[in-house]
């Protein structure tokens, strides 16, 4: 970067799906953690691994005008309307006005919104409103040269109901295609770099039960890419290895090893990992008789839902009436993978 081309916090406007954005004063929150935890081997040797990745809710805040799209979007969710989710951006210019760097925020809500604070006797502010929007992850991009040529690389969509479109990606390398809500163009193309694997393994097991769309226990493509995406959709290292997370160390099960093939710790794949994931959600959404003997289908959500088994609370990120994560991770699953 050059030196006339710093980075000056006050220079930025948002982006929200939409909504026609008058220009922001202040934005706060953005901000990511990832839990870690341990995992003890026999020897004594201690590994640490990531779990759940938090984001703090994005606070707005601008002048009040005649605009009034954030509030009716806050209000919205407050009546009995469909929630709809929006994707944007935050983005950064020089002192050029030449764009910088932009971070892309998504699935995002409002949670609340702030009046201006109104005081006759003091003439000299401004009446302001904020608004906070939760969301479901952040990413940076920073691809200055494609901004310039007039080629973002993310386009967003009349609203999430509708499928999200992308520019600069050629269609016929995306073999199933964006899931809602994560980009595979630009510095996040690596999330089509599985869907052969994906197809694949659906296909195999598809066939190895005689399941066609529709059937109990049935798996599309997309779908589970958008199973991959929930687990891993934001780290392109466990992407790579372990997509749908069926070998964490910190939720192993011996009983992997007859149902699903795999032995704790072995070197991943994502081949490897959609086709055990697949055999092992369909043990958890089966109930199976004293023999063994698969009885009857618990249905899609419970076979999701057991297959991830955190009681903890859904992340607080998440806008969800559930109490379990277990819960909240079994709707988006089939929220994101339906056609």
Not at 30 to 51: D, R, W
Not at 83 to 104: A, M, P, Q
Not at 144 to 158: A, D, E, K, V, Y
Not at 261 to 281: F, I, K
């Amino acid at each position: 970067m050059s030196d006339d081309s710093k980075l000056s916090s006050y220079l930025f406007f948002v982006e929200i799906d939409g909504i026609e954005t008058a220009r922001f004063q202040k934005c706060e929150g953005l901000e990511a953690e990832t839990e870690s935890f341990e995992y003890e081997e026999g020897g004594g040797e201690v590994h640490h691994f990531q779990g759940r990745t938090r984001y703090p809710n994005l606070i707005l805040e601008k002048g009040i005008n005649d605009n009034n799209e954030l509030f009716n979007w806050f209000q919205s969710i407050t009546k009995d309307e469909k929630i709809e989710r929006k994707n944007g951006s935050i983005v950064l210019k020089n002192t050029d006005g030449e764009e910088l760097k932009r971070w892309n925020f998504f699935r995002a809500l409002p949670c609340r919104w702030i009046g201006p604070k109104l005081d006759a006797r003091d003439r000299s502010s401004f009446a302001v409103e904020r608004i906070e929007i939760a969301h479901e992850g952040i990413e940076v991009d920073n691809d200055s040269l494609s901004i310039q040529n007039n080629t973002p690389w993310f386009h967003i969509g009349q609203n999430m109901s509708e499928e999200t479109n992308f520019i600069g990606a050629d269609e016929d390398s995306a073999l199933i295609g964006a899931i809602e809500g994560y980009p595979e163009t630009g510095n996040n193309s690596w999330r089509a770099d599985n869907d052969q694997a994906f197809i694949d393994a659906c296909n195999n097991y598809n066939e190895k039960y005689g399941l066609s769309e529709g059937d109990d226990g049935y798996v599309s493509p997309k779908m589970l890419k958008a199973w991959a995406m929930v687990e891993s959709g934001g780290s392109p290292d466990a992407f790579a290895t372990d997509p749908l997370q069926v070998n964490n160390p910190g939720d192993w099960d011996d009983r992997k090893t007859d149902i699903a093939g795999l032995t704790q710790n072995q070197e991943m794949t994502p081949e490897t990992s959609a086709e055990a994931a697949l055999e092992w959600r369909r043990y958890k959404g089966y109930i199976h008789d004293e023999t063994g003997t698969e009885t009857e289908w618990r249905g899609d959500f419970q076979a999701f839902r057991r297959y991830n088994g955190n009681t903890n609370p859904p992340p607080s990120s998440a806008t969800t009436e559930r109490t379990e994560h277990r819960d909240y991770y079994a709707d988006l699953v089939l929220e994101l993978g339906s056609d």
